[in-house]
């Protein structure tokens, strides 16, 4: 077995809570807890969760803009968990990043010759000129834009040839691995299909492996081989998408995908049926989070045990892992799908 | 004093980057593109719009002269300024043709006075100002840009010489050293440095966590080269604006300090000197010794404050109007087609319109219609810029001004109401139609508790007395669900999650049991799973009351989820409506199709699974085709469409259609859809 | 709100900590700057005058001790005697002159606040209207002029050319109370000018603002009419940053009543302060800039309080 590109173990971080100068900090915000996968090259990982679930802190903490509270990070092999100042530039050059906001992520003050130029100078010591402007041009060619971008700023732009210009600077280096960061989630239905295709094109071609990040399991599985689900910073399963997709093994799996609006009338209406299993409640806030499992206010199959005790990751059906006391408890599926269990139950509830 | 981030006006009052920027995520549907012309680049329209601002020019006049006073006095001055003359007649003597201003107390020439006067002030700006900016602006990147206890305890000291008074730190300084002008900018220039620290630190905060900070440490450059290349480009507008509404700060400091006798000394021609010798005499001698240097110091104060004003608006966004403003009444053309019988809501060809300086007006809605029947949802679907959310404030009188409703006609419950007034409407609103928006939170009032938000349509649209309303508005929270409904009425916005607020907004819009509610986009800004029980909830609500809906949205789920009757919207014109198993099924609008086409849903493919794409981008309104609008992104596109618009075709089975080709596509090319599967 | 009250209140304690500190050092850096007793008792001094000033001001002890002691003198509420005039206690002197400089600056920043308050929500209701033209060329022209400019014209048009009020001099409230009162307009409207324009000109802009937010188009949308939506919904929100600018005008007005003073011949604080400073009077300065320090902290103790009524995230925070 070759050596995974990327292996992300036991991986944690805690943001330190910010009181007043004269007053004692809040708790810490744990926003990522025990996550572990690995990336294989040129394949992808996809990694989806609801809105502060810890996604983009995995991101980040892959890409060394937050500390690490616990947990190591592996790039073939190499601990990089935390980079060497001296070995940071290497790094840099292996890994790259497509972030969300197409408006935000480009400077509005550079030109897109410098927006792609100025990684190509730093680590492929090419200085401005011709030859960088050349490189450039041909980067614009690969994500599908004219030569006359190259002097433009992105205030003259629309959203998603912004979004071709981060892909294009993500890729200017090199890089073995990119994370796209809700790469597609601000962009028009027409244009995020668009930018998919062309990122699983540059993947054929340019042999990368991503970390794909997006709140929508539907555009998560349809772009990558592997995903993971997260919620409230941890990985409540991980395993191959078809299969995730098809057999989810976790509750909330099943509720994610119950919850995706489907475009046609009589499928949605059967989706809405099983979406209304689950409870209406909130999640509980990441710097308080109860001793069991985290889902467990929303859950409709939970049982006492949740309450207390965090489930402990079990080997799933499909090859990877769920966190769900349902595997070694009650019903004792043994890593088995749980949509039938959940629905047999929803129906006993309603008492059909 | 505190932290707060609502920072004032003449303090941090931070120039937002760009116009687009802030349209696209100011959800009030501004045609984007319409100021954005391509070529205009940020510099170009700066100056463009200093130089249109007679208040901005006036101000850059001013300057030059006083530019000349000061590197080159001589040039404009007629006499030495220090040249006494003591002959008795030669004092306060009144303006002549020797001495164009008068004489002062020694016989010295008045106007050459003055025109030196502009020196000391510029000497002062460039004391304080280098101390102020030399000081402040390291202090507050650093701050800022650290973070953490070190950047609060900084940020508290600032704070401190920021609230005392500035003349008593110049006084201070005096005191220390010795009374002397220059002395006292030293300690003006202490105090000043202290708003520049917090106007840096907030932009450094802020621009901190803008992603393409990120971006530059992900490509590897190192912290330095990210502040300067990055962080101080983006500092430097409001800088500017900052430091040129301090400069008259500082010379107005000055002045009082040269007044008071311990700034600049008694024999110097300076401003304040000048004033502080008139006022021993004006009772006696008259106002004339102080109106030259008083007219010379207003004159040079304003001209600051008003280049500051320019500039921040050459580079800021247009505040000219708010959601008050009620938009132009124009005379509007009526419809050619008749009201649907039996609608509760019924629009008929509305034409919308933004007037454009020196141009023609842009279109943005072109005779767009639409009918809801009672009880019953009708879905509106399209791409951002479309017209969905124009299309609703329109029909409800709140067209964002400066557009303007040029055509149509509009019809409630029986009832044209095309051309109501504010107040007519206001008996509507609210009362008969609810409207739900898409960020929850934005639309509940910061300040206000909920619970009084949520009584205020009750008090003013029914009969209800302040205890009933309070006991209502509790109900209502209930019946949408909001744990704990007592405990949530005394809380504000801010301490609800998305979802939570969501129910309130629709418990807001459902308040006075309206017959029609129109939700701008209810769940985009949730997370899927809450989305689902929004969703839930709108659509057990509706069939407990009867309520009609109407629902935008950009996706088709949702619309398959809930919707009777769907509209598809382009570019401004309805492409394609009808009943959303119609639409769904067997859609004739090449857009529609194409739509579905591109969504992952219906893609269940490996590898070589390509999503299908829609070529290209929607286009700005200023940019759209003469002929079919989605021409240029048609795969089936023939000349015809190119040239000649579509009309809207009603089909034999109540489907509408825009499209040249409907009827030779919806044969061969389409088949094949409508058997979608998982 | 107590507690956040109470909060607000424990942190003024370092801040007052710190007033004391810098005007204690105040007189430690004039003594750097060259004797003062020799400064105080002018040429030819005789060794007598010196000594006893020396003396006075406990010259010869080491630093921290004459801090303790300064500052158990100050706590004790004894601010020393002036050393011009060895008679003269300064708690006297500053309490005979802090009522005619309190009066001024608390009737100027009425007028400031109110009209300008009442300006700025008139002027944002329609923005760029002939009304809003009209205040903002006025308020940028005024906010240019100095307040004692202002006075001297104020002075000469209304006091000397017209008669109307006098143009100098104080009188206090125990003699007359109209009379007092018409002392004081002539100087609190020179002051409460720039006030005035400070304030019309931030409301009207963070109004602007706040009208244009999504949640006064909500509003609307539920049939909220007109003047509901300027009182009840955008007025709170825009007066938070305004708060903020009333608080620095408020402190800036105690400095800049000085001047003022001086325009109308008052003997206040600022006239106090400033011949202090000429005749290196230390006592009389250190006590003036304490008991100046002490107004300047509880203004901003006031606007802190206030931001806790208007803004409920800063309250709930805490
Ligand atoms: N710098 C920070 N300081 C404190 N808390 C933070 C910080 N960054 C993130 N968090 C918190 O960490 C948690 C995870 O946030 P994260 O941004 O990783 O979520 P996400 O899954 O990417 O959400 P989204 O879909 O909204 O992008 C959240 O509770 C968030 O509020
Ligand atoms: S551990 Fe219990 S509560 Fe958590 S998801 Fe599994 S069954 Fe539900
Ligand atoms: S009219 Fe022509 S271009 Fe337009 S949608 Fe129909 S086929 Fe396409
Ligand atoms: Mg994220």
Redesign the interface.
Known sequence: MTQPLLSVEHLAVHFAGRG????PDPPPVKAVNDVSFTIDSQRTFGLVG??GSGKSTVA?AI?Q?VDIHDGSIHLDGDDVTRVARSA??GF??R???V???P???????HTTETIIG??IT??LAIKAGDERRERVADLLDLVGLGHEFLDR?P??M?G??RQRI?IA?ALA?EPDLVIADEATSAL???????V??LL??IQRERDVAFLFIA?????V??MSHDVGVMYLGYLVERGPS?DVYAQPTHPYTE??I????????G???KR?GL??T?K???PPSPANLPPGCPFENRCPVAMDICREEMPAVTQAHHGGEARCHLHTSGPELGGGSVVEFIRSEARGNVGV | MTGNSNEPLEDADLPA??D??LE?VGHIPTPSGLS?N?TD??RRRFWRRMFKNPLGVFSMLWFLILLVAWVWPELLATHDPFKQDLTFTRLYEGPSSDHWLGTDERGRDFYSRVIHGAGFAFRSILIAMTIAVGVGVPLGMFSGWRGG?LD??IM?VNDVFFSLPIILLAMAVIIILSPSLDNAMIGVGIAMSTRFTRLTRAVTLQEKE???V????????STPTVLAR?IA??LLSSLIVQAAIISGAIILIGATLSFLGIGASLDDPDWGVMLNRGRNIFRTEGIWQIVPPGAALILTVLAFNLLGDAIRDAIGRDASNNALTISKRVDIAPSDRPHRPGALLSVRTIDVEFPSPGKEPVQILNGVSLGVLPGKTLGIVG??GSGKSMTVLSALGLTPAPGRLTRGSVQFDERDVTSLSESEWQEIRGKDIGVIFQEPIAVLNPAIKVGKQLMEPLLLHTELSKAEARQRAVELLAEV?V?DPERRMDQYPHEF?G??AQRVGIAMALACSPKLLIADEPTTAL???????IL?LLMDLQKERGTSIILIT????????VADRVIVMYAGQVVEGGL??DI?GRPRHPYTK???D???????G?EGD??????G??PAPTDWPVGCRFAPRCQYATDRCREEMPVLEVLSDGVIVRCHHHEELSGEAYAGRGE??? | MAKYIGFRL??TIPLLFAIAVVTFLIAVAMEANGSIAGQVCGEGATTECILEIEESLGLNDPLPTRFVSWLGDVLSGDLGVSLLDRNASVNELISERIWPSLSIVGLSLIIGISLGMLMGVVAAIRPGGLVDRTFSVAAASVIAAPGFLIGMMLAWGIGVELGWLSPVGYTSPSESITGWFKSLILPSIALGMPTLAIVQRQLRSSMANSLQSRYILAARARGVGRATLIGRHALPNAMVPTITVIGFRAASAIGLTTAIEIVFGIRGMGEMLVSAILNRNVTVLQGGMLVVGLVVSTVNLLVDISYGFLNPKVRLN?
């Open positions: 007043r100068l004269f007053s609801e809105s980040r890409l803009l940071e530039l840099r050059k890994v790259q990043a972030l969300q906001d408006f935000s992520s480009l400077n509005q003050v100025d990684p730093r680590h700023y205030y003259e629309s998603g040839q981060s600077r280096v028009d239905v027409s244009i995020q299909s668009q998919i295709n699983r094109e709140h929508d399991l539907e555009v599985s349809h078809d509720m994610l119950a919850s995706i609006p489907f475009p046609e009338p499928e949605q209406a809405r979406r209304q689950f209406v409640a909130e | 980057g760009t687009e920027l696209d954005a391509k680049s940020p206890r609060r305890a508290w803008e992603l393409y990120d971006a530059a440490r992900i490509s590897g450059l990055y480009p983006n791409e951002s669900k744990p999650s979802g939570m997370d899927v799973t809450v989305q689902g029980q839930d950009h996706d088709l789920g949702v619309i398959a989820e959303a198993d769904f194409a739509l579905l591109t969504m992952p849903q219906n893609h269940h490996g390509d999503l299908a794409v829609i070529p981008v929607v979608v599967s998982l | 424990l942190a805490k």
